[in-house]
């Protein structure tokens, strides 16, 4: 038994792993965490915007839904992984985004597969001195795992989590 809940251990360490059980809690971080990177991909007038690399079309199906309206790169795209970081170092990789963030946010879904690339396109990345935001992809992995692993298990969510998503974008205009 936990001393603190007065519940079996397995409870609170499954409830560590999956995040807080309540999915109005987990929800709000979802949509704050993905309102803060949707301002950074918007475009504004004369500034460069902070492209999404996420794994497929899906995923890039997934985030329009979602709210975001800049640029999108997908891997899976039929390049090698060294083509992929030559054109992201090429086309980024110079680029002072107005926020001073990272000019890349990365966004792998959060199974095996995708940490696998996630950590793959970041490691090559930072050793070309770019450096990608992750925050993203860190507060979805905590908060969106029991609706699944993945960026495209987001888009049956989007109803619920748009508006959220828009309040919060209101907020910080």
Known sequence: MSKREGLPDWVSQRARKEGPPDREIRFRA?????????LRNR???GSPNCPVLVEGIKDEKALRALGFSGGIEK???????SRMVAYL???YGTRNIVDGGPPLILLMDWDRTGGRLQTG?????????IPVDEALRQVLLKVMKPEGRTVESLTPHSSTLTPMIDEILREAD
């Open 89 to 91: 170092h090429d086309t």
């Open 30 to 38: 979802a949509a704050a965490a993905m309102a803060q990177s949707i």
């Open 75 to 81: 891997v899976n795209r039929g390049w090698d992984r």
């Open 121 to 129: 396109f970041r490691d090559r990345l930072m050793a070309l001195d």
């Open 43 to 45: 475009s504004s007038l």
